[in-house]
């Protein structure tokens, strides 16, 4: 199982990203996918998960300006992420998520929000 993470940059407060992250050797269709962030001295979080059923979770910090969503038939899930804050500044992890938990990692996509 491979995921491959893209679209992470350098941006100004209240700019937008879309990440991506295709996936080899498991089908999205039938898992759990999400997003998670690790910033510099904290733990990786949970941004947005997504089930195969469709149903998008998001963490409180970024409800309302986050977007996940799912290509089935590219294998790849998405984050839109809109009006993005500083503290949104993290390596990006896209994940495949069994038994509510993630198994398999991408390899992460830095996004950098200036102030």
């Known amino acids: 199982v491979q995921l491959q993470a893209s679209g992470g940059g350098l941006v100004q407060a209240g700019g937008s990203l879309r990440l991506s992250c295709v996936a080899s050797?498991?089908?999205?269709?039938?898992?759990?996918v999400g997003w998670y962030r690790q910033a510099p001295g904290k733990e990786r979080e949970l941004v947005a998960r997504?089930?195969?059923?469709?149903?998008?979770i998001y963490a409180d910090s970024v409800q309302g300006r986050f977007n996940i969503s799912v290509d089935n038939a590219k294998n790849t899930v998405y984050l839109q992420m809109n009006s993005l804050k500083p503290e949104d500044t993290a390596v990006y992890y896209c994940?495949?998520?069994?038994?509510?938990?993630?198994?398999?990692w991408g390899q992460g996509t830095q996004v950098t929000v200036s102030s």
């Open positions: 994940a495949a998520i069994f038994f509510g938990s993630p198994r398999y």
């Open positions: 997504i089930s195969s059923g469709g149903n998008p």
């Open positions: 050797g498991i089908r999205f269709s039938i898992n759990f």
